[in-house]
């Protein structure tokens, strides 16, 4: 077959076709991902904005880097292991810990920071240490949303579910922990259980999102798309679904927008869900 004077085979045809579906696949699979991360940002990030623990998510998506990192050195250097493994070990280590820090009347700001710093500290230690391997380092930083596989999918969808089930379980005495704790211990509810449990689930959902997408997009997506719905909407259920409707859309933008520029998708949906909060934080 000619075409403009260049002669192509079907096996050329098919091998364009092949390409164009498989290069399909990748950005459907971002697609899922963006809509199950608005999932579980409507939940963990609305209730992190609720609690005022938004930093508290920067901080357990850092342990979380320094424990994969630490898992990958491990599965490197000495024997088989699963980063994930490692990941989940530190970023419950740092919410547990934050939660009986403030059980014992420390500032969750000044615990926050100084698990942080030692967090960051550990994950810098680590990843100085697998430098030939730099593009693993590179992607738990990152991430890449083009780059998910099945497996990572369908463990996002996995998690969303089971956080969404919980959430359900226990949405009205978690937000009365939240709001007044005072009276809530008073009808008999333990504000320490459910703050902890709170803690434990965003330990588990940033985990999942930062094995798929890396830690910056991690926080970036689940506190400033809340942040900004918390500003626009007056009730917790606004809030919630502002908070799902802000992420899918920075999400799908950045998505559709590194297809047409060089540029990592990460960068472009940090940038687009900061826009958004930005027009919400001038409009009120």
């Known amino acids: 077959m000619l075409y403009g004077g260049q002669r192509f085979t079907y096996p050329h045809i098919i091998s364009g076709v092949n390409a164009v579906i498989e290069i399909t696949i990748w950005v459907l699979r971002a697609f899922i991902a963006i809509f199950v991360i608005a999932a579980i940002s409507s939940t963990i990030g609305s209730y992190s904005v609720f609690r005022g623990s938004t930093f508290l998510v920067s901080g357990i998506a850092h342990g979380a880097l320094a424990g994969a990192a630490l898992g990958v050195l491990i599965s490197l250097y000495i024997v088989p292991a699963e980063p994930y493994f490692f990941s989940i070990i530190f970023a419950l280590g740092i919410a547990l810990a934050v939660g009986y820090a403030s059980k014992k009347q420390e500032s969750m700001d000044v615990a926050v920071g100084v698990l942080f710093a030692l967090s960051m500290s550990l994950a810098i230690l680590f990843l100085s240490m ?8 590179w992607s738990l930083i990152m991430g890449n949303l083009l780059l998910l596989s099945s497996a990572d999918i369908e463990l996002m969808i996995l998690t969303a579910v089971f956080l969404t089930l919980i959430f359900s379980l226990t949405h009205r005495k978690m937000l009365f922990s939240i709001f007044d704790p005072e009276m809530a211990k008073v009808s008999g509810v333990n504000p320490f259980k459910y703050e902890s449990l ?10 999942v999102l930062l094995m798929g997408v890396g830690a910056i997009l991690v926080y970036a997506l689940l506190v400033i798309p809340a942040a900004a719905a918390r500003r626009s909407f007056k009730t917790v259920e606004g809030t919630m679904a502002g908070a799902f409707a802000f992420t899918a859309i920075s999400g799908f933008l950045g998505i559709a927008l590194s297809l047409y520029i060089d540029v990592a998708p990460s960068a472009l949906v940090g940038l687009i869900a900061t826009i ?3 027009f919400t934080f001038l409009k009120n």
């Open 130 to 137: 697998i430098r030939e391997y730099s593009a693993i380092a």
């Open 198 to 207: 709170l803690f434990v689930l965003m330990a588990v959902g940033i985990v």
């Open 276 to 278: 958004i909060y930005a």
